[in-house]
């Protein structure tokens, strides 16, 4: 076959497979610091090959949606984040999350997300103090499932707490609780009142409140509870 040489700049309006065979073929010159843009969906496999093709941006739709898939997904080797469609699905670790945000320049949707995992630290990362994380969206709402053991930010908690209508489950024992007053507090109502238990700490753990300022009624109840 003729040799081809092109200076294109985006390769576009073909499959995955084609792109590729392009790459692979002997006979097209000058490939290699192109965008890229497949038709259909991806998996994160053939977005990984098409990544290591070229610098440029490759924008696609991916179709694996496990947190397990998902973590194998490279990010581009220059500044300029790839333009990925996600839409994770299931049980996702907060840590993982953040990762995955931070290789795609779209938003991620959260969705299809059912319980949220990982240290208070993590999920706060994605449950902030002012809303939640920029470029995750949908992500109000789920469950959480806390992985921290010893001590306990009650503020933190709170604050999590606060982005969602379903259970925050600590699964780890607690010692320790730490933060305001009226959040340790809350800490106590959320143990004592929920069914099945929605935070798991030993029944006289060790308080240290903090903040310049305590309601009586507070330190009253919290000492009742210990």
Do not use: M
């Not at 953040?98 to 990982?118: F, M, P, R, V, Y």
């Not at 959040?183 to 798991?200: A, E, G, M, R, Y």
């Not at 409140?209 to 009742?224: F, K």
Request: charged content about 10%; cysteine-free.
């Amino acid at each position: 076959s003729v040799d081809i040489t092109t200076a294109a700049t985006t390769i576009t309006g073909s499959s995955y497979a084609a792109i590729a065979a392009a790459y692979a073929s002997n006979s097209i010159k000058g490939l290699g610091n192109e965008a890229i843009t497949p038709t259909g969906s991806i998996t994160v496999t053939q977005a990984n090959t098409l990544n290591a093709l070229t610098p440029g941006v490759v924008t696609a739709t991916i179709s694996d949606t496990s947190e397990a898939a998902l973590a194998g997904l490279t990010d581009n080797s220059v500044a300029v984040d790839n333009a990925y469609t996600i839409t994770p699905a299931g049980t996702f670790s907060a840590a993982a999350l953040t990762a995955l945000n931070a290789k795609t320049s779209e938003d991620i949707d959260a969705t299809n997300i059912t319980t949220l995992t990982g240290t208070l630290a993590e999920v706060a990362e994605v449950y902030t103090s002012t809303g939640t994380q920029a470029g995750i969206t949908n992500i109000l709402n789920k469950a959480v499932t806390i992985s921290d053991t010893g001590s306990l930010d009650a503020d933190l908690f709170a604050q999590i707490n606060g982005r969602t209508t379903n259970a925050v489950t600590v699964s780890g024992t607690v010692t320790n609780l730490t933060g305001s007053a009226a959040n340790i507090k809350q800490l106590f109502v959320d143990k004592i009142d929920s069914t099945p238990v929605d935070t798991v700490f030993t029944d006289n753990p060790t308080v240290t409140i903090t903040g310049a300022t305590a309601a009586a009624a507070d330190l009253i109840s919290i000492n009742g509870d210990t």
